[in-house]
């Protein structure tokens, strides 16, 4: 069987990913994944050869990257504001425009408020606004038990503290609480959703 060098793979991914807006960085982002290393190790040792089980992982990886899976499910993490989050199936994957959201937040807020992330999915913006403030606590909800339990694993993984998680829906769960703020970025939602009716 022929080697495979790094560089072959990047040029691989590239030509085989053409349903993405950003072919290469997938390539890059995926090639990393499954070398375990940094973007500039793919550059520095471009001539190194990948073995037949990284060969094979990284064209499984590319064939799903080129059916439209995302690339943040297909190596189950994405990064956002100081951290790095897990990421599965049971939630959204954190955009980057939310950051300007949590940035608006972090403007407003003051020592000791109340605050709670409605739909908090993996916690992104909870744990964003729980780590530039440690001295406030963070009500992080949402009605899926199992993201709930990704915002919990990103918050041990980050060494966040100061924050609480609740499962319910919208501000149901907590209606009896006073709050300084609240904060929420819900998913994108069709204007004919059947849900809408």
Known sequence: ??????ADALHYGQAVVTNS???????????????DCQTTYLHTWADRELTPQQRTQ?????????QGR????????????????????????????TELLVSLALSKLK?????VDLGTGTGAIALSLAIE???????????SKPALDVAKQNAQSNNINNISFW???????IANNSLDMIVSNPPYIEQDDPHLS
């Open 21 to 35: 807006e950003s072919p290469k960085v997938d390539a890059q982002v995926l090639l990393c994944h499954v070398l």
């Open 133 to 143: 403030n440690r001295n406030t606590i963070i009500i992080a909800m949402d009605y």
């Open 70 to 97: 995302p690339v943040a499910y297909l190596i189950g993490q994405r990064g956002f504001w100081s951290l790095d989050l897990k990421v599965t199936t049971d939630t959204l994957i954190p955009r980057p425009d």
């Open 58 to 66: 990284f064209i499984d990886l590319i064939a799903e990257r080129q």
């Open 111 to 115: 020592p000791n408020m109340n605050i």
């Open 1 to 6: 069987m022929a080697t495979v060098t790094i």
């Open 167 to 173: 499962q319910g829906s919208w501000l149901s769960a």
